[in-house]
Nanobody, 125 residues
Framework: QVQLVESGGRLVQAGGSLRLSCAAS????????MGWFRQAPGKEREFVAA????????DYAVSVKGRFTISRDHAKNTVYLEMNSLKPEDAAAYYC??????????????????WGQGTQVTVSS
């Protein structure tokens, strides 16, 4: 088991920046591939970014590539999502998730075994 708790979501103006955090506890943090997903009202949950166990490999959705950065700190058992140049369409509940490592970074939410409760990001235009 691993428990995930997100934080950092808030109201921000378009063009602004936010850093989301996801603190992990329970099983050894570095065992897992970590991902961020988001879900806006009336829309399906979508993949945002993923990072492998040692932080050496990352993957991003096309919509956020170049604006968002995923990273992890093993000493703090925390994964981060740095979000820059935020747009109104980035507004959503953001969730972090943990996946058992495989041959690639998963983009499907069905491949993640553990989820946090989410943190809300609102972007005003």
């Amino acid at each position: 088991q691993v428990q995930l708790v997100e934080s950092g979501g808030r109201l921000v103006q378009a063009g602004g920046s936010l850093r989301l955090s996801c603190a992990a506890s329970g099983r050894t943090f570095h065992d897992f591939t970590m991902g961020w997903f988001r879900q806006a009202p009336g829309k399906e949950r979508e993949f945002v970014a993923a990072i492998n166990w040692n932080g050496g490999v990352t993957d991003y959705a096309v919509s956020v590539k170049g604006r968002f950065t995923i990273s992890r700190d093993h000493a703090k058992n925390t994964v981060y999502l740095e979000m820059n140049s935020l747009k109104p369409e980035d507004a959503a509940a953001y969730y972090c998730a943990a996946s058992f490592p495989g041959s690639r970074l998963p983009r499907s939410d069905t491949e993640y075994s553990y989820w946090g409760q989410g943190t809300q990001v609102t972007v005003s235009s």
